[in-house]
């Protein structure tokens, strides 16, 4: 059964820094994009980030571009967000989730969530 | 950006029911769209990827469709534990995106 646990939410004060983590489990970790995805309350999904199985290649969306870093050990099963200079509209619960592909790419499996809160 | 637009945003609706949620692209896509099933306080489930292919374990009463970059998910007959939120997106092209959501609530 997959399963992917994300960590490290917290409440922030704004300009600080956050990393987040996911550790995935039932599956073959390094064979997968990942990607995190994230919710503002009582707001519905934006897609953040992506990474290919080896790190070779990366994409955010634009609001994240030079803020946020997404990474991954694949020794460790485990995916990372390291999120810098945040803001308030930062604020959100951060979902981690296995990406597939048949015909299109698809968010497959996701984790529970780790809720971000950036606030003075 | 691609912008995705649902509609209706939130509808009501009674057991039994057939519902249509509709997903326009504002260019095109080609099949690379999905839809999601979110229920409250939980993390979004996956129903039908590529426009129209039912994820294992979703009942076949979903079923999804695509007319150029028009896309529809229906629900032949609504059951108590399909009242939730659902979500296209658009993996044709980075950024992703998704609309803003259609509520399907209890009349």
């Known amino acids: 059964e997959v399963q992917l646990v994300e960590s490290g939410g917290a409440l922030v004060q704004p300009g600080g820094s956050l990393r987040l983590s996911c550790a995935a489990s039932?599956?073959?970790?390094?064979?997968?994009?990942m990607g995190w995805v994230r919710q503002a309350p009582g707001k519905g999904l934006e897609w953040v980030a992506n990474?290919?199985?080896?790190?070779?290649?990366?994409k955010y969306v634009g609001s994240v571009k030079g803020r946020f870093t997404i990474s991954r050990d694949n020794a460790k099963s485990s995916l990372y967000l390291q999120m810098n200079s945040l803001r308030a509209d930062d604020t959100a619960v951060y979902y981690c989730?296995?990406?597939?592909?048949?015909?299109?790419?698809?968010?497959?499996?996701w984790g529970q969530g780790t809720l971000v809160a950036v606030s003075s | 950006d691609i912008q995705m637009t649902q509609s209706p945003s939130s509808l009501s609706a009674s057991v039994g029911d057939r519902l249509t949620i509709t997903c326009r692209a504002s260019?095109?896509?080609?099949?690379?769209l999905t839809w999601y099933q979110q229920k409250p306080g939980k993390a979004p489930m996956l129903l039908i990827y590529?426009?129209?292919i039912l994820q294992s374990g979703v009942p076949s009463r979903f079923s999804g469709s695509a007319s150029g970059t028009d896309f529809t998910l229906t629900i032949s007959s609504l059951q108590p534990e399909d009242f939730a939120t659902y979500y296209c997106q658009q993996s044709y092209s980075t950024p992703w995106t998704f609309g803003q959501g259609t509520k399907v609530e209890i009349k």
């Open positions: 590529t426009a129209y």
């Open positions: 990474i290919k199985e080896d790190e070779s290649d990366k």
């Open positions: 260019q095109t896509i080609s099949n690379s």
């Open positions: 989730a296995k990406l597939a592909y048949s015909g299109s790419w698809f968010f497959q499996h």
């Open positions: 039932g599956f073959t970790f390094s064979s997968y994009w």
